[in-house]
């Protein structure tokens, strides 16, 4: 005998302390905020209350971005192209959606991130990162 | 620590479905057959670990509803979490409860049941900010490494494709593996569906219904109980923070699987992996990660993976047979995977493998790998 059911699990998650005065940055000023760790002299995209590799805490926050590198990427089939971006400023990558055109990218091409008009504090406030093209656009 | 060794091994057979069992009867299934394997009666077992991934059956405290199926009433007993790597964690707290003294016959579980629940559902809930938020789960823990490690190591797509071939013909020797198939081609991977650039449907592990378990018993019972024990040399266990981008190239330096098999290494002596181990039952979730664990476990040079594959180096017949039950590509019941390699190599050095024995094995490595965030590795001997 099989029994057939569907749970439904509403959720409520905490940003935490650096985790929100990231989204709140991103909300109110359009501004990417990182967290520089002077142990290991990184700065971590995107902020951190706590170094993740060293243990530091009360890490300084700094502003990285818009400017953005290509890390890697992958294609998912009907869900679009994803990607690991470092932004300027930054030593580590954020994973989020490349915008198209996008004709075979490469690691290490230059990237800009676009923000969405209307913005709630969220990571999807950034619409994804815009490949620049070389004339400069 | 005293010595300890594994003196038994029991799987299920694995399938897509295994829905004539309830998950308590699935465990009891690998349980059973593991004391049979060792000659035990369950009143002998002192203590009892379970592996299992919470919530890909829907159903919280897994170790609750199936601790029992493991003969555990009564017990000592509880569960092992470290995601993927959750079986080999748990055979290596076996080692250490039976190494300590605080028991002498530990009986380790591990079990999934992935077509009564949506492992989809499990694996999307991630991070929910930075992760969840963005991908919504439709992202594997490879798509974004492999086209990194592709280009920096110049591994093809066709040399990953040998690596399923070889799973799956290896498989076909193996009566509990999930697929087999001992006419799996090249082709057959390639044109298989295309999951995310470059991973193919054959690329990948599949979701299987299974159990597996080993008996770990202290050096004095293990010498009493068995002509032949599978003798525990080394054991070492890693994490790393999770942050999908921290690590920039997570599969180009899984620095949690070189420094546990370095660890493991030094601990056993040994200096030469492709000479001196005669089998290796890695954890391989999709067949690039294989290749990449070539690499990293030291079976040979940065870059040379994709030659060492073409050669046959690794195949049941080659040098270093690796995964010569099919591996985690021909089944993968997770919360039992890690157990099964495990298993797997004791059952080699124990001289019970069957048809896909390696003759003579006398040294084997076990790998476990566990979302890139933990990696196990434990090297078995014949010798104490
Ligand atoms: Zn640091």
Not at chain 1, 8 to 27: M, V
Not at chain 2, 39 to 58: C, K, R, T, Y
Not at chain 2, 212 to 229: H, M, Q, T, W, Y
Request: glycine letters at 10%; aromatic letters at 6%.
């Amino acid at each position: 005998m099989i029994r057939e059911e569907a749970i439904k699990i509403p959720f409520q998650y905490a940003a935490g302390t650096a985790g929100s005065e990231f989204l709140i940055n991103l909300r109110d000023h359009r501004q990417l905020t990182g967290s520089r760790c002077s142990d290991c002299e990184r700065t971590l995209a995107p902020a951190r209350a706590y170094c993740p590799d060293c243990g530091r805490e009360g890490l300084h926050s700094v502003n990285i971005g818009p400017g953005a590198e290509l890390v890697s990427w992958t294609i998912v089939p009907d869900k679009g192209v994803f990607a690991l971006v470092r932004p300027d400023g930054a030593d580590t990558a954020m994973l989020h959606k490349l915008l198209g055109p996008i004709d075979d990218p490469q690691p290490g091409i230059r990237l800009q991130v676009v923000f969405r008009e209307e913005r709630s504090g969220h990571i999807n406030d950034i619409e994804g990162f815009a490949i620049v093209q070389e004339n400069g656009e | 620590m005293r010595p300890v060794a594994i003196i038994g091994t029991g799987q299920t057979n694995h399938a897509r479905c295994r829905d004539d069992v309830s998950q308590p009867e699935l465990v009891r299934e690998a349980a059973s057959r593991a004391l049979d394997d060792a000659g035990l009666q369950p009143a002998d077992v002192d203590a009892v670990i379970l592996s299992n991934m919470e919530l890909f059956e829907g159903r919280a405290l897994p170790e609750l509803w199936v601790g029992e199926g493991a003969f555990a009433n009564g017990k000592p007993c509880m569960k092992i979490a470290t995601g993927g790597t959750s079986g080999t964690s748990s055979c290596i707290a076996g080692f250490h409860q039976a190494a300590s003294g605080l028991f002498d016959i530990v009986l380790v579980v591990g079990f999934e049941k992935h077509s009564e629940g949506h492992t989809q559902t499990g694996m999307a809930l991630t991070d929910p900010f930075w992760d969840r938020a963005v991908a919504s789960g439709a992202l594997g823990n490879f798509a974004l490494s492999i086209s990194q490690y592709m280009a920096e190591r110049g591994v093809s797509e066709e040399q990953a494709a040998r690596v399923a071939v070889k799973s799956r013909r290896n498989a076909a020797r193996n009566p509990h593996a999930h697929l087999s198939d001992a006419n799996a081609t090249i082709e057959d991977v390639l044109n298989s569906r295309l999951l995310a650039y470059p991973i193919h449907l054959m690329d990948m592990c599949p979701q299987s219904d299974g159990a597996a378990a080993i008996v770990v018993a202290s050096g004095d019972k293990a010498r009493k109980l068995s002509a032949k024990p599978a003798w525990v040399k080394a054991a070492a266990t890693r994490h790393e923070q999770p942050y999908i981008g921290d690590i920039e190239q997570r599969l180009l330096t899984m620095r949690t699987l070189r420094d546990a098999s370095r660890s493991a290494y030094a601990t056993a002596g040994i200096t030469e992996p492709l000479k001196q181990l005669d089998l290796a039952e890695i954890y391989e979730p999709v067949t690039y990660a294989e290749l990449a664990w070539y690499e990293i476990l030291g079976f040979c040079a940065e870059g040379e993976a994709g030659h060492l594959i073409e050669a046959g180096v690794t195949g049941i017949d080659g040098e270093l047979p690796v995964n010569p039950s099919g591996g985690v590509l021909s089944a993968n019941p997770v919360g039992a995977t890690g157990v099964i390699r495990v298993a797997e190599a004791a059952a080699q050095i124990l001289g019970r493998a069957g048809a896909h024995q390696i003759e003579g094995a006398k040294t084997a490595l076990a790998t476990g790998y566990g979302v890139y965030a933990w990696a196990d590795a434990v090297i078995l001997g014949s010798a104490v």
